[in-house]
């Protein structure tokens, strides 16, 4: 196998091209380091009718594809990077169920736009949590058990959200988010003391 110390980026189809010597026993190994200089973006602003294509992060085998079908919205995406989320959507994909094996599956009783900011949240981070979007994060992320982005959803309620106690208060006891009710608590008795 080669080693290589990049300082520029490769492509992927050149670092999967078995001629290239990257490619030993059928894996590749990638060790990077990032350091974030600055993040931009802007809040609110979705793509309504663009391709939304994550399969970028898988790799080119069709088998570890999948197309999720929201109404009349569809969105490709690397299913095995969503079930490494997302352990409800590994079962469904993955185990006895009838969605397993299926090219197109169908997630039921959710909102486009609000299905689209939790992709974005799980494959690029670069949507960002709002009082506006906590709630529908908050309710799909405990749908679909997604750890880290309740972690998040808890974290930008405890330090950024503008939303009233009491309704921090409500998505704690309905989400079992115990940090972000022991804050609440501890500032109440703060604010008593």
């Not at 492509?11 to 380091?33: C, E, K």
């Not at 095995?80 to 997302?86: F, K, M, T």
């Not at 397993?100 to 992709?119: A, H, M, P, R, T």
Request: charged share 30%.
């Amino acid at each position: 196998m080669r080693h290589h110390i990049f300082t520029e980026i490769i492509d992927w189809p050149s670092l999967i091209d078995p001629n290239r010597g990257y490619i030993h026993d059928n894996t590749v190994i990638i060790d990077f380091r990032i350091d974030v200089i600055r993040t931009e973006g802007i809040e609110g602003v979705k793509p309504k009718d663009a391709t939304f294509d994550l399969t970028r992060l898988c790799s080119p085998d069709e088998i570890n594809n999948v197309t999720l079908v929201i109404g009349n919205n569809k969105l490709k995406v690397c299913k095995n990077y969503l079930a490494i989320h997302s352990p409800v959507i590994a079962a469904m994909l993955f185990k006895d169920f009838s969605e397993k094996g299926k090219e197109e599956v169908e997630i039921k009783d959710v909102v486009y736009e609000e299905f689209l900011d939790l992709l974005h949240l799980i494959f690029s981070r670069k949507a960002p949590i709002t009082d506006t979007s906590i709630h529908h994060i908050l309710e799909l992320a405990d749908r679909f058990e997604v750890k880290e982005l309740i972690d998040e959803a808890e974290n930008y309620l405890t330090k950024s959200s503008k939303l009233s106690a009491v309704e921090k208060l409500q998505l704690a006891d309905q989400y079992r988010l115990g940090l972000l009710r022991t804050h609440i608590l501890q500032g109440y008795n703060s604010a008593r003391d």
